[in-house]
């Protein structure tokens, strides 16, 4: 008896040694390492050369720790523009780059100190910059590495580093425009002060936490009022600063509120309350003061604010003499509420904005009484030397201001129960005081003149100084502003009112900090008439030091030099005040895009992208500077994502314990993992990440990377010689090809408008539900057992091929080692996947809807199906027998629709049609199996024969093997 014939050598399997295990951790380093050797990136920019440009600036991050997974997010998007930008054929550089002075760097250093018990202010200043400047190259090295194991494409040989010398200068220079166009002004104005780190902050420095606060009610004595019944009555104030009542030196009334006087038993004084809150008033100091409240019949009658002009209070410490006796006004102020409170504002003009507006519009100026460090000053009449005035025991009830107003008998209420929000220092999590200090400021709406720089000769920078500032600057800042972000794209468009509601509303922009690590504020002030010196030659001499020695350039030492011999350095003061860290990283499109040092760049810049928080902090300054010195934004688009948090919603905290560092995650899953989460999410919003969301992504990633394999193996082998055209192909490859055409066109949509998450959900779906779960299933048998020149079977396979050169394309920005895994698999002496252009994908003409009746047709049967399966009636579809009803509409409706073609579409046994209106009848066949291509058929007389199909397969291999017929 002959053994039946082995069939397996006859049947055609995928072949690839793609492995399905990843083990990114392990392998993305040596591809990274390749990337290096091979200088990737340096021929992408040759091959881009004399392309449309596209500019995506480098917002800088803080040179100061590991990074975290909110500079993973960003970087990555950041990398999938680059890189998307790139494969549309544009010439797509990215220079990466680092802020790398300020409070974040100096402050680190500070800690150090403080742990060796050593004193900042007793080191030389050079050797303490000095410091910072080893601390931030420390940390630029630690990012930088960290930074490309994501897979971060980009000039890293060639960062930006704020601290070079080259851009320390054209910070300067950029500084110099303002002065020279009467754009800085020297005021003592109160501004957002950190008592702890002893400098003014940004609003992009500060964030809001709720605490509890005292609040406290003060009675102020009347001593003159055009209002007999005022004379010997309390005007009474509330606030939950008490330590601002030693500065105080006036009282604030709304000229429309209506005002009572509250009498309390008997002779009990009068206090001078707004009417609406004259309840709350009366329940907060019941326990203050004894006796009945009621109004005297007498006195009842309302008083309107208007009226209270002239009147004049005294201080409740007015016995300590001198600061403390001078009289406090009654002054009008439109900003007065009844909201809460008394409906009384008292004025301190060192402490708060409306009150130093209000009280230097009637002669009163600031006292400077709160140091730097939060105490007052030494010679202060009341509380001398004592602070710091914003800890809540010098603030509490029994603490010595209140102490101090009970004995004089003005405390009439004090808890220790208000809740509200507070500014904090977001670095050292302190809380800030407003501090009328004298600062340098740049006015918001002050008119600028138009003015024209000439180029001079400025240490090679000169041109740089001189682009773009022709334009006609007659508006002012804030209008100028407001101009160029209508004229701006913002991704979200939500941005463009964000943005404009902040820069509408937006002081004037403070630039001065009183630190050490810093770009100078390069200015000498005429002692005797307060102004600064503008003399381009002094500016010239001033760029060229710094250029030289970095920021050590300006000093004592050097003053003379750089004033030179028109100007004696007696008669004029050096600033020592540090520039707003904003300041730095807002002049960097100056000396980036513009200076000549990376010629690949191009200012304005296509494209800003940075987190949502940055509205306030980069874009803003940012743009005020380009607008302030170029009459127009830096960029000409913005996109902002959301904030990264835990599983849960919540946002990460050390202390929590509920941070993801990417660094862990790539030693666990790889850098593609951390990548594919980045670009699956809605980053325009808040977003999640936490270890069942990575595991969700590392199994989307394993269908992604099946794919690949699934093409690679079942490519093996093919050549340009097998090709099909599309008009030859079967209709299912040309309706395959039809849906490849739609993803390309959503995918190019999704790139224009920066929009990844549409991008990487559309491949993902695309593979999974178009390719692994529909086209492969069905054509695996033409695969497998079809002659390799049959039509059905070469046209699969070209299918393929096309499929293969867009989707490593497609795949190549979110996937960035895999995809060099898989094409270097292919294509093993072939160059990087990532020098490639988007795929030309060709035109296929398919009926898409009568498809989709078609797919939903092969769902209801495989959904059919899957009972008997469960229930074992048939081990596989293919031994299920499909009976369709209705079939002769459904043949009017969709044409040749033939029982073999079902069966195949169905990966079932054989398919009839039967005049019912019933679903899909499912049973087992009684036809024997195929011995080789394992479908059960009429045809195939016993178990182990072989059907007509692969019968002629294996003859013809016989054939041309050689083999006896």
């Not at 069939?7 to 591809?31: H, N, Q």
């Not at 460090?373 to 029994?398: C, H, M, T």
């Not at 949502?612 to 302030?628: I, M, N, P, T």
């Not at 019912?916 to 394992?934: L, M, N, V």
Request: a negative charge; one cysteine or more.
């Amino acid at each position: 008896m002959t053994e039946p014939r082995d069939y397996r050598d006859t049947v055609f399997l995928p072949k690839t040694d793609f492995p399905m295990k990843a083990g990114l951790p392990a392998k993305e380093p040596g591809i990274l390492a390749r990337w290096q050797d091979e200088q990737v990136y340096a021929r992408l920019r040759q091959s881009r050369e004399g392309r449309e440009k596209f500019v995506l600036h480098d917002g800088p991050p803080y040179a100061n720790g590991d990074i975290h997974i909110g500079h993973a997010l960003n970087k990555v998007l950041k990398d999938a523009v680059v890189r998307t930008q790139t494969l549309l054929g544009k010439d797509a550089p990215y220079i990466p780059g680092w802020d790398c002075h300020g409070l974040p760097i100096e402050w680190k250093v500070e800690e150090a100190y403080r742990k060796k018990k050593l004193n900042k202010d007793e080191v030389p200043a050079e050797e303490f910059r000095a410091e910072c400047r080893a601390y931030a190259a420390h940390w630029v090295e630690v990012q930088k590495a960290q930074f490309q194991r994501l897979g971060i494409t980009g000039d890293w040989a060639r960062p930006y580093l704020t601290m070079a010398p080259e851009a320390e200068a054209l910070i300067v220079a950029e500084l110099l425009k303002f002065a020279e166009t009467g754009q800085l002004y020297r005021g003592a104005k109160p501004v957002m002060w950190s008592p702890v780190e002893k400098t003014a902050l940004a609003e992009a420095e500060v964030e809001y936490e709720d605490i509890t606060s005292t609040q406290i009610d003060v009675a102020f004595e009347i001593v003159e009022s055009p209002i007999e019944a005022l004379k010997g009555a309390y005007a009474v104030i509330w606030t939950t600063t008490p330590w601002t009542i030693p500065v105080n030196q006036a009282l604030a009334y709304g000229p429309d509120v209506e005002y009572v006087l509250v009498n309390c038993g008997g002779d009990a004084a009068m206090y001078l309350v707004a009417r609406e809150l004259a309840d709350s008033f009366i329940a907060r100091t019941s326990k203050e003061i004894p006796g009945d409240y009621f109004y005297r019949s007498e006195k009842e009658a309302l008083i309107k604010g208007a009226d209270l002009a002239g009147t004049i209070a005294r201080h409740p410490m007015h016995h300590l003499g001198g600061f403390f006796a001078a009289p406090r006004p009654l002054l009008p102020g439109d900003f007065v509420t009844t909201e809460s409170g008394t409906g009384l504002v008292h004025m301190a003009p060192d402490h708060g904005e409306d009150d130093f507006d209000l009280c230097k519009a009637h002669g009163i100026n600031p006292v400077f009484s709160v140091q730097g460090d939060g105490k007052y000053r030494e010679d202060w009449l009341w509380l001398g030397g004592q602070g710091s005035v914003i800890n809540p025991k010098f603030n509490a009830p029994d603490g010595p201001i209140c102490s101090d107003l009970r004995e004089a008998g003005a405390l009439l209420a004090a808890s220790t129960d208000y809740q509200h929000s507070y500014p904090h220092s977001w670095r050292s999590k302190a809380k800030v005081i407003f501090r009328c200090t004298p600062q340098w400021f740049v006015p918001m709406d002050r008119p600028v003149a138009p003015f024209d720089y000439p180029v001079a000769d400025l240490g090679g920078i000169g041109a740089a100084i001189a682009l773009g500032v022709q334009a006609d600057h007659t508006a002012t800042l804030r209008e100028t502003a407001m101009k160029a972000i209508g004229d701006t794209a913002f991704y979200p468009d939500k941005g463009r009112n964000r943005i404009g509601s902040m820069v509408e509303g937006r002081p004037d922009w403070v630039l001065s900090r009183q630190r050490a690590w810093g770009v100078p504020i390069t200015l000498f002030v005429d002692r005797k008439t307060g102004e600064y010196l503008v003399d381009p030659l002094v500016n010239q001499r001033i760029v060229a030091a710094i250029r030289e020695k970095g920021v050590d350039g300006w000093s004592d030492e050097a003053a003379p030099a750089l004033l030179g011999p028109d100007y004696n350095p007696d008669d004029y003061e050096r600033i020592v005040d540090i520039l707003d860290v904003w300041f730095d990283s807002g002049s960097t499109h100056a000396f980036v895009l513009e200076s000549g040092t990376w010629p690949e760049l191009q200012s304005p810049a296509d494209l800003y992208l940075e987190g949502s928080d940055q509205h306030r902090g980069w874009f803003q300054s940012s743009l005020l500077e380009s607008c302030a010195t170029r009459g127009r934004a830096p960029y000409k688009a913005v996109l902002t994502h959301g904030f990264t948090m835990d599983a849960k919603g919540m946002k990460m905290s050390k202390s929590l314990g509920n941070t993801i560092s990417p660094l862990t995650v790539m030693e666990e899953y790889g850098a593609d993992i951390i990548r594919l989460w980045a670009l699956s999410v809605d980053y325009t919003a808040d977003h999640r990440i936490g270890p069942e969301i990575l595991k969700g992504v590392a199994d989307q990633y394993r269908k992604l990377r099946n794919t690949f394999r699934y093409l690679l193996g079942a490519l093996d082998g093919y050549t340009d010689a097998e090709a099909v055209a599309v008009e030859e192909m079967p209709e299912l490859e040309r309706y395959m090809l039809a849906l490849l055409g739609d993803l390309d066109t959503r995918m190019k949509a999704a790139v224009e408008a920066y929009d990844f998450n549409t991008y990487t959900r559309a491949l993902v779906d695309f593979c999974n539900e178009d390719l692994s779960a529909f086209f492969f299933d069905i054509r695996k048998d033409a695969l497998y057992c079809d002659h390799p020149e049959d039509l059905r079977r070469r046209a699969y396979r070209t299918t393929l091929d096309t499929m293969f050169q867009a989707l490593i394309r497609y795949a190549a920005p979110v996937l960035v080692f895999t995809a060099e895994e898989v094409w270097r698999t292919r294509y093993p002496d072939g160059e990087s996947v990532h020098l490639l252009e988007w795929p030309v994908v060709p035109v296929a003409e398919s009926d898409t809807a009568r498809w989709s009746a078609i797919r939903s047709l092969r769902d209801q049967v495989s959904e059919a199906i899957e009972p008997l399966r469960r229930d074992k009636v048939v081990r596989s579809s293919l031994e299920a027998e499909v009976a369709i009803s209705d079939m002769e509409s459904l043949l009017r409706e969709y044409r040749d629709l033939s029982e073999d073609f079902l069966a195949e579409l169905f990966i079932s046994g054989p398919v009839t049609f039967v005049p019912s209106t019933e679903a899909p009848a499912i049973t087992r066949t009684t036809h024997h199996k195929c011995g080789r291509c394992w479908r059960h058929l009429p045809e195939v007389t016993e178990d182990g024969a072989l059907c007509e199909r692969c019968d002629d397969v294996v003859t013809r291999l016989d054939a041309e093997a050689g083999a006896p017929a």
